[in-house]
């Protein structure tokens, strides 16, 4: 299900969008924090540049929002429904959702933002790589 090619594979895996090689992040792991938003420039397997202008990233914000809603969702109905729990606590479920899935939720946003714009294209490669 999840292979190169399919643009869940790197919205999920955080890896270039168009040659699904390297990882956009220099921290693969979103829960170090000091190393969240820190991306290389460029692939170093076809030369792709991550941020295509200034601010490029900012248009993730509206994705994290959606995608922040998705979690809360998900977050009431296990604790409504599955768990049975009162207003008060599926309240709290929700934001301690929110809260721990944070890093996750900002580089899922970033993943599926750059994705709208890059195309898979496995054969290209960058001057610099040929």
């Given at each position: 299900?999840?292979?190169?090619?399919?643009?869940?594979?790197?919205?999920?895996?955080?890896?270039?969008?168009?040659?699904?090689?390297?990882?956009?992040?220099?921290?693969?792991?979103?829960?170090?924090?000091?190393?969240?938003?820190?991306?290389?420039?460029?692939?170093?397997?076809?030369?792709?540049?991550?941020?295509?202008?200034?601010?490029f990233f900012?248009?993730?914000?509206?994705?994290?929002?959606?995608?922040?809603?998705?979690?809360?969702?998900?977050?009431?109905?296990?604790?409504?429904?599955?768990?049975?729990?009162?207003?008060?606590?599926?309240?709290?479920?929700?934001?301690?959702?929110?809260?721990?899935?944070?890093?996750?939720?900002?580089?899922?946003?970033?993943?599926?933002?750059?994705?709208?714009?890059?195309?898979?294209?496995?054969?290209?490669?960058?001057?610099?790589?040929?």
């Amino acid at each position: 299900m999840l292979k190169k090619g399919n643009k869940l594979y790197s919205i999920l895996t955080g890896s270039c969008p168009r040659c699904h090689e390297t990882s956009m992040y220099q921290q693969k792991n979103p829960y170090v924090i000091s190393e969240l938003f820190k991306m290389h420039e460029t692939c170093a397997n076809c030369g792709l540049k991550y941020k295509m202008e200034p601010s490029f990233f900012y248009g993730a914000m509206y994705v994290s929002y959606a995608v922040g809603v998705a979690f809360a969702v998900a977050a009431f109905i296990i604790s409504f429904f599955f768990f049975g729990a009162d207003l008060i606590e599926v309240f709290i479920s929700i934001v301690a959702t929110l809260v721990v899935f944070l890093p996750v939720i900002i580089r899922l946003s970033r993943n599926i933002w750059i994705n709208f714009f890059v195309k898979y294209e496995p054969k290209k490669m960058s001057s610099q790589a040929s």
